[in-house]
């Protein structure tokens, strides 16, 4: 598939799973599962390398667009997706410019087997590529939305506790007229008879005359 497919789908694994390892080996194994999805594909050299070189840039620009720009809880688990994504694309380059692979032997003969070129594969691949930049826009959202809410609760939170620490403070020089909060404190003594059957005594009861020893 184009490359630029791949740093999508890269940066949505990171995006949703926010592992910079096991995302990166995850995307690595994308990798060679959206290439067998059937996708473009030319048996003309010079229009393969036409396309491949638009889709190469695009693919560079999306990548840092994506990496610099997303939320910073999933930033290196996103990076980490797209350069695993990327990974085996690499040696196409390398190849072109520099005449030399950059991977083992048996990972070019995986590479190569499992790809399903066809000249009407953008049907397949235009769809592939909205569906992962929906999915990844809605996956940012998400991400920019949770820190913005902890950041809310930590709020509130440390907002009741300083009135709750004013409002003992200033306990004692209420005034009397102001409205009760609900949870105050019923003095005990208000409640309490004045004359409360003792049941346990300290001394021992005196004796009485002529009683049971
Ligand atoms: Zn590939």
């Known amino acids: 598939m184009f490359v630029t ?66 939320p910073r809880s999933c930033r290196s688990a996103v990076w980490a997706g797209m350069a695993g994504a990327v990974l085996l694309d690499l040696d196409k380059p390398a190849l ?6 950059l991977q083992p032997g048996w990972v070019r003969w995986v590479h190569q087997r499992v790809q399903r070129e066809w000249p009407g594969g953008l049907r397949t691949e235009a769809p592939a590529a909205a569906l992962l930049a929906v999915l990844l826009t809605r996956a940012y959202a998400q991400r920019q939305r949770q820190p913005q809410r902890a950041r809310a609760v930590a709020a509130r939170s440390s907002t009741r ?35 409360v059957p003792v049941l346990a005594r300290t001394n021992p009861a005196p004796r009485i005359a002529g009683g049971a020893s």
């Open 161 to 195: 506790s300083a009135a709750n620490t004013s409002g003992e403070a200033s306990a004692s020089s209420a005034k009397a007229s102001s409205r009760p909060s609900a949870s105050n404190t019923v003095p005990a003594r208000a409640l309490t008879f004045n004359n």
């Open 5 to 70: 497919v791949h740093v999508l789908s890269g940066a949505l694994l990171g995006a949703v799973y926010p592992r910079p390892l096991p995302v990166f080996a995850t995307a690595v194994a994308s990798h060679l599962v959206l290439d067998a999805v059937p996708h473009w594909g030319t048996s003309d050299d010079a229009t393969f390398l036409r396309a491949a070189r638009v889709d190469g840039l695009l693919g560079l620009a999306l990548l840092a667009a994506l990496g610099l720009r997303s």
């Open 96 to 101: 072109h410019f520099f005449g030399r692979s």
